[in-house]
């Protein structure tokens, strides 16, 4: 569970959150457990971030509401764009490099075909919301009704998230595989996605990777393992150009969780 900020809801709902495999599977008994577990923190963060733009965005005031100013849509239509351009990474990894890289080590081509072909069927609706968070001006921002977000949202996310959850047990599935060969393939993808990062990445994807890692998870955890400088450099330096846009992750740049800025229940709180 998650050391919750208060009682108001946070972003553990409405999509439900990932069991960390290593909480209940010796993750020294082989590296299929480690790697289902690394994918799970992975994809918790995703569904965060989701969370925490549904329970938030029907609160950010559209263009002749009362409360509406351009500069919250402007942040909320920017850490929109970071959020899939943070799921479209990590599924770039996966296709580029860790897939091709499992059925190679295995010896069986289509190995990894269920989490492909899951790709294809939620792509096009994450392209469409980045053009939208991209291209939208502020005073035509819609969350509700017909081509609003909402509706774009509510196209792609239930096959976003049965994917999240499936793809951990395909990890949990490959215990009869050779553990050392299987941890060097997962290894390696993780050497590809660092030196192939791009660097206006720190501007964008990284803040929302921090501020929806949360390290009180089930009991504690430190994932990602990263320099303890780094969130520093981010919130201070690459992501303070777009500061307002992070008062949408659900925690900090330290993976501490936070009340969810825009609740109205959250009101006046830090």
Known sequence: MTTK?????????????????????????????????????????????????????????????????????????FYVASWVKTVEWHHHTEETCMFPDIEAFTGQPGIMDGPKGQHEEFTPGLDRLLRYAQEMPPEEYRWEGPGGMKEIIDGFAPSLTKHLYEEIDVFLGM?????????????????????????YMLYDVFPCVLGTCDKTYEGGNEF?????????????????????????????????????????ENRGKK
């Open 175 to 199: 215990g009869n595989l050779d553990s050392a060969g299987l941890r060097r393939c997962w290894d390696e993808a993780e050497e590809v996605a660092k030196a192939k990062g791009k660097f």
């Open 224 to 264: 990602p393992p990263l320099p303890a400088v780094l969130p520093y450099v981010i919130k201070y330096w690459f992501g303070a150009r777009n500061k307002g846009a992070w008062r949408f992750n659900p925690c900090d740049f330290w993976g501490q969780p936070v009340p969810l800025h825009f609740l109205p």
């Open 5 to 77: 900020p208060s009682d108001a809801p946070w972003a553990d709902e409405p999509y439900r959150l990932i069991p960390i495999p290593s909480n209940r599977l010796d993750i020294n008994s082989h590296s299929y457990v480690y790697c289902a577990s690394e994918m799970a923190y992975s994809h918790n963060c995703l569904l965060r971030g989701l969370n925490a733009i549904l329970l938030q965005a029907p609160h950010v005031p559209s263009s002749g509401s009362p409360g509406y100013t351009a500069q919250d849509v402007r942040d909320l239509l």
